[in-house]
């Protein structure tokens, strides 16, 4: 009898105690979601056309500029411009045409300086072995050394300064590229002005006074 008397009062107890212990639910704050949506991001298309077609350049001299001649055939296609930008389009091929007309010069004339430097060298080399002329080279016509000597280097120098150009044309092929992309991309209104026009401008207004002179106004019309 002790013994269950005793255990309804803990159960008492027991319930009593866990009574004291609401259960509370944290709401979920929805407001930090809405603050943490990132406006639309600035694309700058002329950055990005301009990467393609470095990228492009670099990789073939030329494929730049038939990269820039696909996007004026695109606007064209699209309606984004008004005319067929026939004057355009020659001027990109014009381009591409030059450079690779300008790379074979070059490239040919390296080959033809390098092989006559060649040329003499193998010449002098044999002439202080032998101290005769060479008869299968071809320059008997020299019977100094000094102006086989002068000749090999005039040869070295004109493949090195061609060399020198063909790097040149093939970084310039690189930089039409990126500049012709990204001006694309550069809107210029038609209804771009500039007015100059005759105007009087107030010198000096001390105590009263003013004086006047002649002067040009400019009106930059944007």
Do not use: C
């Not at 319930?15 to 600035?42: E, F, G």
């Not at 430097?117 to 002329?133: C, D, S, V």
């Not at 008997?140 to 120098?157: E, M």
């Not at 930089?175 to 007015?195: G, H, P």
């Amino acid at each position: 009898m002790r013994t269950f008397l005793l255990s309804v009062v803990l159960f008492f107890i027991f319930t009593w105690v866990n009574a004291q212990n609401p259960t509370t639910t944290i709401k979920q704050d929805t407001s930090a979601r809405l603050d943490t949506i990132a406006p639309p991001k600035y694309i700058n298309q002329g950055k990005i056309a301009g990467k393609k077609a470095v990228y492009r350049s670099l990789i073939f001299p030329g494929l730049g500029q038939v990269y820039n001649y696909g996007l004026v055939v695109d606007d064209v296609k699209a309606g984004r411009t008004q005319s067929k930008r026939i004057g355009q389009k020659l001027y990109i091929i014009g381009k591409i045409g030059a450079i690779y007309a300008g790379g074979t010069m070059l490239v040919m004339s390296y080959i033809d300086n390098n092989n006559n430097y060649h040329r003499f060298l193998r010449e002098l080399q044999y002439r202080q072995l032998n101290g005769t002329p060479d008869p299968d080279n071809g320059l008997t016509q020299y019977p100094d050394a000094n102006a086989l000597t002068v000749a090999k280097n005039i040869y070295k120098r004109n493949r090195e300064v061609v060399l020198i150009s063909l790097v040149g044309l093939y970084g310039l092929n690189v930089l039409d590229a990126y500049v012709t992309a990204r001006l694309k991309y550069f809107n210029v209104d038609e209804t771009l002005s500039l007015k100059v026009s005759p105007s009087i401008i107030n010198t000096n207004t001390m105590y009263g006074f003013s004086n006047v002179a002649p002067a040009l106004k400019l009106t930059l019309k944007l």
